[in-house]
């Protein structure tokens, strides 16, 4: 079997690859997309023969993910993350969403905190990028706790607490 030369570190002919990067739904999707993209800069490439611009878009925050696993690649992230600016405006939404799966509460403790964290924000007519700016997170952290999603450590919930002016108290 000849490997392709994109990928030569598997054991896939350049039709196999064609066929995995042609079909957004084979569990090797994302996984070859990233490595693929992670190889080479070359659209004309990428979009002539492999992979669909549409499905690009839909699918290249999957990709970048799997991408960031590799330091090698954060080059390459930035290249393609260009492209994907570019070529996302050409579409309309509606054909580039993905149903997202709605993360579950771990636990209802934990989402008590969460919420008393929301209202104590609220309170002081702060959106979650101010309390992240005043405690040191990012919005995404306020908002993965506010939401339940998380289990904070001590610490954290300790420079959240001062940051809102509260005090932790365990009983």
Known sequence: MAK?????????????AAKVLGDEHDPRFIEY?????????????????????KVFCRQWRRIKKRMRTN??????I???DEI??????????SELSLQ?????AIDPEI??????????????GWTQGDLANKSGFSQQTIS???????????????KIAASLGLSILLS
Do not use: C, Q
């Not at 997202?100 to 579950?104: G, I, L, N, V």
């Not at 989402?111 to 002081?124: L, T």
């Open 71 to 76: 330091k090698w690649s954060d080059n390459r």
């Open 4 to 16: 392709s030369g994109m990928f030569w570190d598997k054991s896939i002919t350049k039709k196999e």
């Open 33 to 53: 997309a990233a490595l693929f993209l992670s190889r080479t800069n070359d659209p004309k490439a990428v979009f002539g023969k492999f992979i669909d611009k």
């Open 144 to 158: 993965f706790i506010e939401g339940g999603y998380v289990n904070v450590s001590y610490l954290t919930l300790k």
């Open 100 to 104: 997202k799966e709605k993360r579950a």
């Open 111 to 124: 989402s008590s905190v969460g919420e008393k964290i929301r209202n104590a924000r609220k309170a002081k």
């Open 84 to 93: 994907y600016r570019v070529l996302v405006k050409h579409f309309d939404k």
């Open 78 to 80: 930035i290249y393609w």
